[in-house]
Structures are given as C-alpha cells and as structure tokens.
C-alpha cells in the first residue's frame, strides 16, 4: 500500500469517528426523553395486568397515576389542619396537570387526612409530583406533617434517583477506568486513546438507541441506560486493552506503524471479534424474556457491544498508528527490543511465578480453586430474589415510602392504589361478593364514567350506574395492606382464585397484580434463558476452539465462578446490606454478563494458549498463554469491575446489587478463574484439552 494511503486511510476513519461522535455526542443527555420507569409498560400482552390496563380506559375517563397526600399530626389534627386540608384539596384540583383530585378524607382515628390526586394523562409524573409536593409544603400549618405518596409519588422517587445516570454515573465510570489505566500503563497519553475509543463507541450506541426508542421499536428504562453505559465503556476498554498489547508486542518486531498494524490486528482480530460475537450472541437470548425490560436489554446491550468492536478495530487501530510509539511515552517499545520471556528459570514477574506454581502443582491448584469457589457459591442457600415491594427500590431516603407508611397507620394500606378486577357484567354482584369476600380487601365500588368521584357502589341506585363495556365492568378493590407488600401480593393471588369461580374470564390487574406478574415472569424468565445461554456460548466456544473438551471446562469454570459470586453477593446483602430481597431479574441479569464477559477472558487466554501450543506444544503453550496474556487479561477485567461498580452510585436496589454481583464475579474470574483455574485444569488435561482437533492428537511441534 502506498505512503499516501497508510496516511490517508487511519486520518478518514478518525475523521468518521468524530463525526459520528459530533452528532451521537449531544444524546447524551436526551436519552431520559425516550425511556420510562412504568413498570407496566414492561409486561408482555398476555398478563392479566397488561390487560386490565389496556381496557381500563374503556370504564373511565383517561388519567394519569394517582398522587395519594397525606397529611398528619400526632394527638389529632386541629380545626386549623383540616381547613388547610380543604383548601390544598381545591387548590391541587386547579392545577393544569391533575385530572382529578377526592375530598379531604379524615381517617377513622381522627389523625390524618388523605387527599387523592389523579394526574392527567400527559403528565410529567415527576415535575407534576414535585410542584404537588412544593404546594403540600407551602399549605402546611406548623406542626403538620405532609407526604405524596401513591404510585406517581413511587414513580417520581424512583425518576430522581435515576437522575444521575446520564452524567454522574459516566462520570464516576470514565474517571475510575483513567486512574487505572494511568497505574498500570504509566503513560498520560494512552489512557486518553483507550478512553476516547471508549467513549466514542457510546456515542454512537446511545444514537441508534435513542431513535429505535423514539421509534418505539424497542423500550428503554433507566436500568437499560445505566447499564448500556457501563457495558460499553467496560467492554470497548477491554477490547481496545487486548489490541493495545498485540500492537505493543507488535512495535518490538515492526519499524513502521503500519506494519505493526497490520500485525496487531492478524492477532487479534479473531479473540476480539470473537469474545464481542459472545457477548452479542449472549445478550440477545434476553429476547426470549416474556418481560420487556428483560427483551428490551438484549438488542441495546448488542448496539453497544457492535460498536465496542468496530471501536476498538477501527478507531483505535487509526489513532495507535497515527501515535505510534509516542502513545506509549514514557515506556516506548524500541523496534528490535527483546520480548520478555515467559517461561523457564530466566522468566521474571508475577505471572512467570504463576506459570511456575501450575507448572508443578496443576491438580492441586485447580482443585482448591475449585473447592474454594463451591463454598462461596453456598450462600445461594439465603438468596432471597422473587421480588422487592416498589417502596424498597430506592436506596435512602424515599418521601413516597415515608408517606406510605403513614398511610398505613391510619388508613387502608391500598388506599388510592387499589386492584381491578374486569368481569362480565352479568355477575356484577357476584364478583363483587366473591371480591369482597376475600381476605385482605377492605372495600369494592365499581368504575362509573358518570359518577361524579368516577365509582359507584353497586346496587346504590341513584343517576349513576357501573360503566359496561363489551359486556364487563370494572371493579375497585382497596386493600388492607400497602400495594406493594408481601400480604397485598397474596390478596391479588386470592382476588384471582376467587373471581375465576365466579367468571372465568375475569382478569385482576392494578398496582399490586403488576408486581405479581412481573415477578413471576421474571422468574420464567430465568428458568428458560440461563441454560440456552450456556448452550449457545458452549457451541461458539466448540467452533472457536476446534475442541469440546477445553470449551466444557471453560463453561464449568465460569458456572462456578457465576455460583461463587452471587452465593457472596447473597451473604452480603443479606447480613451486611440488611437489603429485603433481589428482583428474579438480579440473578439473570449477573449471569448473562458474568458469563459472557467471563468467557471473554477465557476466550482472550485460550486463543493465545492455542497459539502458542501450536508452536512449542501443549503443556508450554499453556504456561507462555498465560504469561503473555496475564497483565492485559488483569487490567482488563480490573477496568471492568470497576465500571460495573460504578452502577453503585444510583441509589436503585436493583442497579446496585448487579454492581456487586458482576464486580466480584469480574474479579474472580480475572484473579481466581482465569489466572489459575483454568491455566491449571489445561496444563493438567495436556493435549486432552483440545479433543478432538490436531493438537489433542499431536506429540509436540505442529
């Protein structure tokens, strides 16, 4: 290739990239526009809650969540917080963003009152919560305590604490992978080209992104965002740290940038492309979930992880030639420099001595590995992961569970969140006895559109008469407990045993009966896409590595490295966290990542192990794998671990358990699995590794 094109051709792709970073850049902060927090909006068609929203309409005016105010005072309210009460109740009712507002409703002991505040529909629930709240604060006589609460109250808490996914949680992600890349590499420079080949690859992933959203072709949330973020920046880290060293390696036997290129790319072009096609392969069984958020996470997680790639063998590549050497400053590989050597009594460094330790006790390495890894995986005996009421999903302080706890002292916990139950309207009175008859449910009115407080109670008489649509009704059931609790979760089983003797097509839905659903189908979930995971990943391994032998042990490893992780995650938040549960999504989640990403590892070590076994046999090729490989593999996924906790700074139950989980699992598999699990159990197996290819079969040199 001529002079000019060597020039040219790294200058037209750094020039793409910046293009494409100039107009993916300003997305950054516009992706919140076109995600939701509506935790219905993440069910399949075919729940029963899904359902009863989708025809709700259909018995009452369109509308917003409710915003439930509660006001209280210890020893009673006064003449005075009652007024207030009253007047907060007619002033809410003129606001441009609530539909509706109820009276000011005493309590029975004479300590609180509740005031019901129905949003309209295009409502911004969080600036119309917060502007309620403003309002309750300045309406407040002193001594009066007040709250919003209620489902756009839970809503909004939990919009604020996804706040900071678009700035603070990048931020805290990029400056915890630079302090490591500068510790480790000791250059100012390459820091910034691994970073900036980072970033630019989010940038375009959050631009496809945003217009498949904005397309409604798929649906993002902020956990989707958050981790679309952290996946990006870890995984095109990861891959422009392995390009990094082959083009290292590649300056010591190259003069020219563009041969040393041309080299680093040949050598690792196949584990690069390799480990991203797992990742992609990986994250798209989520596809099979029956839950959106759980599907929605498997294409967007798949864009970032396309863009990691073509990242990490276009961009960077461009931007190391264009540096060359300098990129390395103060450290520059000089060109005809000696490589370090891996194995033998010359050897020197941590991983010669790591080479050395499997070289003579490789059973007894890998078994204590693995006995070790077994014991940590018995905490999986206490993990507790079907589900954590709403009230539980934001970490610190919660106005919306403050106010729900009030309310449960002087109300019916379900209050302004009841559970619909849609049945034919010939049985009307007899859902509504079987309905009321149910433990746990205080009360039942059905859905009116021309009653004035939008029910009626059947059998009232009067103007107003239950609302038939397509032959059904709609049926209000308050409940005893708050919507989100355990007890409230059980009364929506019950509800739906009870209706189905009476009309077998009646459905419940509401608040709590999203929950159930969501719960059990992620629970579904799990139970069908972990073993396809293993098995697709198992046969990608297979064609990669010409062998069944080597990707069976690799799968193993990660298994139990995947079982170590969540059984110590289970133990600490449990006993150190104090944290009430784990969603069924938590468990899924860690293991599509921790094995994907684990496997990447072992793809990065293997494929160097084959190389090198090819050329000096096996039981060397596995010693000179690992010493070549162990630095990069170990910064690798020390960068990884630590973009993963970086999830931790959201205050979201969920966002911050999948940061444990998947950091110590990325450790382990880094530290433990790849380092000595696996370089043991493939010095021990021999040539036995690699059956049934060439190399099982092939004394020594091929």
Excluded at 64 to 76: F, K, M, N, T, W
Excluded at 582 to 590: G, Q, T
């Amino acid at each position: 290739m001529s002079r000019f094109l060597r020039i040219v051709l790294p200058a037209l792709v750094i020039v793409a990239w910046l293009a494409i970073a100039s107009v993916g850049g300003p997305y950054f902060g516009k992706i919140s526009e076109v995600s939701t927090n509506d935790q219905t909006s993440f069910l399949p068609a075919s729940a029963d809650a899904t359902k009863v929203q989708e025809r709700a309409s259909e018995f009452r005016q369109t509308s917003g969540a409710p915003a439930i105010v509660v006001l209280s005072r210890d020893g009673g309210l006064t003449t005075a917080d009652r007024a207030a009460a009253s007047t907060l109740a007619t002033d809410l009712g003129k606001r441009d963003d609530v539909q509706g507002v109820s009276p000011a409703i005493p309590s029975e002991d004479g300590d609180a009152v509740e005031i019901i505040a129905t949003l309209t529909q295009d409502a911004d629930t969080g600036d119309a919560v917060e502007a309620i709240r403003t309002d309750v604060d300045d309406a407040l006589p002193s001594g009066l305590q007040g709250y919003v609460t209620g489902p756009a109250g839970f809503t909004a808490d939990l919009t604020e604490a996804f706040a900071g996914i678009d700035g603070i949680l990048l931020g805290v992600a990029l400056a915890a992978v630079f302090v490591i890349l500068i510790v480790v590499y000791r250059s100012p420079l390459l820091p910034i080209l691994v970073l900036g080949t980072a970033t630019f690859a989010l940038c375009a992933s959050i631009l496809v992104v945003w217009w498949l959203a904005k397309a409604g072709v798929v649906t993002v949330n902020g956990q989707v965002q958050g981790i679309l973020s952290i996946l990006v920046i870890g995984a095109a880290t990861d891959y422009a740290l392995l390009y990094t060293a082959r083009f290292r390696e590649a300056l010591r036997d190259h003069r020219t940038g563009w041969g040393a290129t041309k080299a680093a790319l040949r050598g690792s072009l196949e584990p690069i492309l390799a480990s991203g096609g797992t990742v992609i392969v990986g994250v798209l069984c989520l596809l099979l979930s029956d839950l959106n958020s759980n599907k929605a996470l498997g294409p967007v997680a798949a864009i970032g992880i396309a863009f990691s790639l073509l990242a990490a063998l276009t961009l960077l590549p461009a931007l190391l030639m264009a540096f060359r050497r300098a990129a390395f400053w103060p450290l520059r590989p000089a060109h005809g420099s000696a490589h370090p050597v891996l194995t033998g009594p010359e050897a020197r460094g941590v991983w010669a001595k790591v080479g050395r330790l499997v070289a003579r006790r490789s059973r007894v390495v890998w078994i204590v590995c693995t006995v070790g890894l077994l014991a940590m995986g018995t905490g999986l005996i206490g993990l507790k992961a079907d589900g954590v009421p709403q009230s539980d999903l934001v970490i610190g302080s919660s106005q919306a569970r403050d106010g729900q706890d009030v309310l449960a002292d002087h109300f019916p916990g379900g209050s302004g969140s009841p559970a619909q139950v849609i049945g034919s309207a010939s049985k009307a009175d007899e859902l509504a006895r079987a309905v009321a008859g149910v433990d746990g449910v205080d009360g039942v009115v059905a859905a009116a559109k021309d009653a004035p407080s939008g029910t009626v109670a059947l059998g009232q008489g009067g103007g107003a008469t239950p609302t038939v649509s397509r032959g059904d009704v709609l049926l209000e059931a308050t409940l005893s407990d708050p919507a989100d609790s355990d007890a409230a979760e059980q009364t929506v089983r019950d509800l739906r045993t009870a209706v189905e003797r009476v009309d077998p097509g009646a459905i419940v839905g509401g608040v709590t009966a999203t929950a159930v659903d969501t719960n059990d189908t992620g629970i579904r979930d799990r139970t069908l896409i972990i073993p396809v995971v293993l098995v697709v990943i198992l046969l990608i391994l297979m064609l990669l590595l010409r062998s069944i032998v080597a990707p069976l042990v690799l799968i193993g490893s990660v298994i139990v490295s995947f079982a170590a992780a969540l059984g110590v995650g289970a133990l600490v938040f449990d006993h150190v966290f104090h944290f009430p549960g784990a969603d069924p999504s938590v468990p899924l989640y860690s293991f599509v990542f921790l094995v994907a990403l684990g496997v990447d590892y072992n793809i990065f070590l293997m494929t160097r192990v084959r190389e090198e076994a090819l050329r000096h046999g096996p039981h060397e090729g596995v010693l000179r794998g690992l010493g070549v490989t162990g630095g990069v593999i170990t910064s690798a996924g020390i960068v990884l671990a630590a973009t993963f906790a970086a999830l931790g700074v959201i205050p979201i139950l969920f966002l911050v358990q999948i940061a444990f989980v998947v950091a110590f699992g990325v450790l382990l598999d880094t530290i433990v699995v790849r380092s000595l699990l696996v370089p043991a159990l493939a010095y021990d197996l021999g040539r036995r590794a690699w059956w049934p290819s060439r190399l099982s079969r092939a004394a020594h040199h091929m």
